[in-house]
């Protein structure tokens, strides 16, 4: 009610009756606008079209266009449009953090610590037109995919090169958003990595997409790893046959 009385005080009405932002979105929890998660760049799985993972296997969890929950340390972005007057003039809305102390929003947005946080959509004068929250949580594992499955284990032809990729994922199972910087590594000449989408013969490292390929080289066996501060999961990669 607070909210509501200090909008009218300032002689600002909030009208939804035609902009069709209800058939997109998340509506926010004051029912005035709907709130859109936007992906930061091309690492965030909830907007990847990829050959490792298949997007239909995929749970993100029950929580409209919105993963049920980001990593924290990730990169995501959320906008939000709704019909906001002052007067005649229609205002612009932004997205901040209440919690500006524990989440960054110089460009993107990151949660720096677990929790529930609320995410305002604002005027330019500061007023909270609606809100909504979202969770974010320490990833439990990490689950490593390539030709649209879950990977155990991985194989690869010499000469030949196999996408695979990682997904963060929660306590429940369900995969989390966000974009996180990944390293990438191989214990062995056997095999190379190469930033997914990049021409050229790969290396020993790559680092930030959480996409790869792994080139074969020679016959033999590697151990893949990937890893994000202290997280970390390896995988043994066989290379077999001739070019």
Known sequence: MLRILRLASLGLVLTSGCSGWGTDGTPGELGKG???YACSGDGDPVCRSSTAFDAWAVDFGPK???????????HFGISYYGDVYQGLERLTLSVRPAAEDLV???????????GAYAFLARTTTGVTADFMHLEAVQPHALEIWSRGMRAASLSVGV???VDVGVLAIAADGTVLGGALDWSWSVDAPTVRVQSHGIVGSGSSSAA???????IGVSGGKAVLTVSNGAMSRTINVTIAGAP
């Open 34 to 36: 709907a709130f859109t």
């Open 159 to 161: 000469g030949w090169s």
């Open 208 to 214: 930030g997409d959480d996409e790869i390929s792994i």
């Open 64 to 74: 409209g266009d919105f993963p049920a929950a980001v990593a924290t340390g990730a």
């Open 104 to 114: 960054t929003a110089k460009g993107n947005l990151l949660v720096k610590q677990p």
